[in-house]
T-cell receptor, first 114, second 110 residues
Framework: ETGVTQSPTHLIKTRGQQVTLRCSSQ?????VSWYQQALGQGPQFIFQ???????GRGNFPPRFSGLQFPNYSSELNVNALELDDSALYLCASSLIGGAGNEQFFGPGTRLTVL | QQQVKQSPQSLIVQKGGISIINCAYE??????FPWYQQFPGKGPALLIA?????SEKKEGRFTISFNKSAKQFSLHIMDSQPGDSATYFC?????????FGTGTSLTVIP
């Protein structure tokens, strides 16, 4: 069983650019959630994808968008980057319809916006 | 508005002591309460979790105490070890979304 993986590990962008982050869910999981974790803070829910559709969204603007693919992997896209977008972006996978409630996190992508 | 309030922000405990971290919530629709442990440069790892119909859950040295009427829950780490030094987050699930506390940085002194 493989865990949640994310790429890239680190990324540096400048204000106004666009970025794509990638996540492979844990084997057997069908749902991916994305979180933003600012330094010294808890993770903040961005959105969740299930069956390739957005399945819930937190308080983030539309320039944060995502995709889920048939193999349940996912992308997070952020347009028009702002300095405040600098954070650790976490992906978590889980199984909707399964017996448990757990979500498992990947190691994250550290995004720095200059 | 912070949906889950966590305290203390930081905690220093002697090896072998008990570490206690507290969380409070307002939304009675929350139906699952996990605790996560996070080491620097890593993603959060699930430590232990509880449902609101249970008042206590113990797994090894880790215990969650849950008070539904007070809308509070806490993590107790017994016999704390230097390897437990990490940041701990409580969370609560409402619908599809997990709401996290702001974290507690735990340092266990040898």
């Amino acid at each position: 069983e493989t865990g949640v993986t994310q790429s890239p590990t680190h990324l540096i962008k400048t204000r106004g650019q666009q970025v794509t982050l990638r996540c492979s869910s844990q084997s057997g999981h069908n749902t991916v959630s994305w979180y933003q974790q600012a330094l010294g803070q808890g993770p903040q829910f961005i959105f969740q994808y299930y069956r390739e559709e957005e399945n819930g969204r937190g308080n983030f603007p539309p320039r944060f968008s995502g995709l889920q693919f048939p193999n349940y992997s996912s992308e997070l896209n952020v347009n028009a980057l702002e300095l405040d977008d600098s954070a650790l972006y976490l992906c978590a996978s889980s199984l909707i319809g399964g017996a448990g409630n757990e979500q498992f996190f990947g190691p994250g992508t550290r995004l720095t916006v200059l | 508005q912070q949906q889950v309030k966590q305290s203390p922000q930081s905690l220093i405990v002697q090896k072998g002591g008990i570490s206690i971290i507290n969380c409070a919530y307002e939304n009675t629709a929350f139906d699952y309460f996990p605790w996560y442990q996070q080491f620097p440069g890593k993603g959060p790892a699930l430590l232990i979790a509880i449902r609101p119909d249970v008042s206590e859950k113990k797994e090894g040295r880790f215990t969650i105490s849950f008070n539904k009427s007070a809308k509070q829950f806490s993590l107790h780490i017994m016999d704390s070890q230097p390897g437990d030094s990490a940041t701990y987050f409580c969370a609560a699930r409402g619908g599809n979304q997990f709401y996290f506390g702001t974290g507690t940085s735990l340092t266990v002194i040898p």
